[in-house]
Nanobody
Framework: QVQLVESGGGLVQAGDSLRLSCAAS????????MGWFRQAPGKAREIVAG????????YYADSVKGRFTISRDNAANTVYLQMNSLKPEDTAVYYC????????????????WGQGTQVTVSS
């Protein structure tokens, strides 16, 4: 397991951009698949994006494809989520997660989770 801490959330207007960061502690980070999940009030948690351990493969939910970009810097033990053209529907608590994951969409395979950071997009 690695410890994860998200940052970068906040209140923005529709159409704005925001970059979330997830700082990891632990030497296993570079071997972990990393993902971003979000949960809006009254809704189930859903995957937003995922990136392979080496950064060469990515996954995006259809709702964010073309707007969000996930990336990682293994030397810095950090994963990012660049969010552009934000919409009110993107409002949620965003969680960073990681693990020895075989498929990005298998939420149960992620065994390290951050505390979450709030993203609020006003219309």
């Amino acid at each position: 397991q690695v410890q994860l801490v998200e940052s970068g959330g906040g209140l923005v207007q529709a159409g704005d951009s925001l970059r979330l960061s997830c700082a990891a502690s632990g030497r296993a980070f570079s071997t972990y698949v990393m993902g971003w999940f979000r949960q809006a009030p009254g809704k189930a948690r859903e995957i937003v994006a995922g990136v392979s351990s080496g950064g060469d493969r990515t996954y995006y939910a259809d709702s964010v494809k073309g707007r969000f970009t996930i990336s990682r810097d293994n030397a810095a033990n950090t994963v990012y989520l660049q969010m552009n053209s934000l919409k009110p529907e993107d409002t949620a608590v965003y969680y960073c997660a990681g693990g020895r994951v075989l498929r990005f969409t298998r939420e149960y395979e992620y065994d390290s989770w951050g505390q979450g950071t709030q993203v609020t997009v006003s219309s």
